[in-house]
């Protein structure tokens, strides 16, 4: 795993109805660098609008992605591409485990009854998902 989830989060806002440790230049920056793939401080700078951020800005943020181990870079003339080091939807899941882990850790009765809750909203598919996972859980932990 990254460096950055190894050593957690150092704040997690909710942004859309969704937790993310992300400012939100940093927020825009991954949306651009998840969707395209790769960028240069320059494409990721037109993306966002060039009179709205200064190149140094851009580049600045994208060098704290990349030091937090969000990014890997390559060098590419004068400058760097960046790469996402790992897919939306991983990290998403990282973030919902982080938040899922820090509620049972520390209010397991109030997460277990949050819980109750969504699962009146889940589709028969993810319910019969979560029934098989919580079998397995419990024949493996039966063989011990």
Do not use: C
């Not at 937790?19 to 240069?40: A, I, Q, R, T, Y």
């Not at 401080?41 to 851009?58: M, P």
């Not at 998403?92 to 485990?97: I, L, P």
Request: net charge positive; hydrophobic share 35%; proline share 3%.
């Amino acid at each position: 795993m990254i460096d950055f989830f190894k050593k957690g989060f150092k704040t997690l806002k909710f942004k859309k109805q969704k937790p993310s440790p992300f400012g939100d230049l940093e927020e825009k920056v991954m949306e651009f660098l998840w969707e395209k793939g790769s960028g240069s401080v320059r494409e990721v700078r037109q993306y966002l609008g060039e009179n709205k951020f200064a190149h140094t800005t851009v580049m600045t943020v994208m060098d704290r992605l990349y030091k937090k181990g969000i990014l890997k870079r390559e060098k590419e003339g004068k400058g760097y591409r960046y790469y996402p080091v790992i897919s939306r939807e991983q990290f998403e899941a990282e973030v919902a485990k982080k938040v899922v882990k820090d509620m049972l850790k520390s209010s397991p009765s109030t997460a277990v009854a949050a819980f109750e809750g969504l699962i009146e909203e889940l589709p028969e598919e993810e319910i019969d998902r979560i029934r098989k996972l919580f079998e397995e859980k419990i024949k493996n932990e039966s063989k011990k």
